[in-house]
């Protein structure tokens, strides 16, 4: 029997499955150990721990995607360019050094890049879901929400075009570094049935540049008596989700598109794309990577 | 011959005129002791300290503006209504109590606040300084950068309307806070005549709900070598500050609009206008409060 060790490497997260050719998964393991930790323990220490607990076979192969190909991270893979079939995903994937590896063969996917000065832009991580979600047949456009919300375009089989949004960090540093955050609840978000939320939600997609002259308000809101804490993070929460779907709904076409995600953050989104009169296809997260890194896998090794 | 202590006590700065009644400097002093420092170190210090650099008359009263009179500050003002002529601020003046003001006549001039629930809005000194304005002739909107830049309109001598923008306070958060700050310089500002500021200028200006799909291109065009640290800045700045004049440009109409303050930030808001094809009428922001704060001393002690 043969099979492929795949690994989902991000920022603040490791996730490892074990897995026969087939897709059939036969061990797993994850940890807290992503990218910003392991810059200062190391990579291939956590790597190998994960692989012993999972009890990952000696002689198996490790396919990774995600930020330990960043420049920051394990060993850089280059980005790939645009449109980007999971053949060239796979045909560009950086092999470790044998000092780097040990005695695996060991793998780390490109990520993506749109290489215009005009509209430049980058992921990692994310492509490998979408190629997982290009060959369980989905098209169209793919909302990712993250801390980066990426919208991918599905043509062909191939992410075709994506677009990156800074909404969610945007929410994290006007909340917790902006004069804002004196009038916000210390913990938690807002619930997607929230008033507030909706409202704002449904000003931001009519109008996604009110956004500007809305913040400040927030403030003021508090200040004045208007709005409890916990309704003035939904305002910033459904204003800067509604101002990006705002700006992406006209552009989604009649072939529809895929919420990857529909917990959390997911939640939201789902709720915000439902007030744009939007339908998604809802997809897993987790499912999709595991298929992307199958595919890839696949193709590298002739599994 | 009788005069007044004018005094604008600012977040972060505090200055301090004495003036005959004709508005004649008498004295000045300066320093760093805003708000944020007088929270902790006590008000009516720093304050003697001042009275008595500047060679203050013993009988005068001192009349203050600014965040003094904020609920964090001294002694709540509280905001007085729209519209805000001069006798209104001077009527709500709220009278330190002798043990805070010792010997001395020591009023704080209220701040401004819309009471609309859809479009709260409040500012604290910048309504002295609009007073300034409207009584030497100013009309129209007024444009205030700063931190919080506040847009108001003059009609009839009074302060009939304001909005106010977060803009200098989301360039801040972004470019220290959020993963923006891994492609900027670490000190210093853009110069209004960079050609990255002016072409983000121009696309904001054109389409302030942009700004929310470009934020992370400029983390994107970093990475892929397509811009320096600097032109990222002035690509970030461009971006924020063009969408505030977007969203206020159409507002302006056949009165023409006033630029408070030509130096730092003010320059590059100049520039920014003047590629919305505007061209505001110059004042300076120093002149304004002190007109302000005489206006206001005159109403409330027949100087």
Redesign the interface.
Known sequence: MSGVVAVDWGTSSFRLWVMAADGAILGRSRGPEGMAHCVAAGFAPVLAAHLERAGAPGGWPVLICGMAGA?QGWAEAP?ADLPAPVSALAAQALRLSPDQAGGRDIRILPGL???D?A????MRGEETQLLGLALTGHRGLVCMPGT?CKWARLQDGAVGDF?????G??YQ??S?????RLGLPENGGPAPEEPAFVQAVDQALA???F???A???IR??G??G??APEAARARLSGL?IG??I??MAPRIGSEGMTLLGQQGLGALYLAALRRAGLDPRIADAETATRAGLLAAAREIWSL
Chains 1, 2 share one sequence.
């Not at 509209?119 to 980058?122: H, K, L, T």
């Not at 677009?163 to 909404?167: A, D, R």
């Open positions: 420049r980005y890049a749109r290489r000065p509209r430049a832009d980058v980066h677009q990156s949004f800074l909404t960090e945007l540093v006007l917790r570094h902006s004069i804002l109008d996604p540049g956004l500007v002259e913040l400040f308000a003021a809101g200040l004045l208007f709005a800067v101002a990006e705002g700006r």
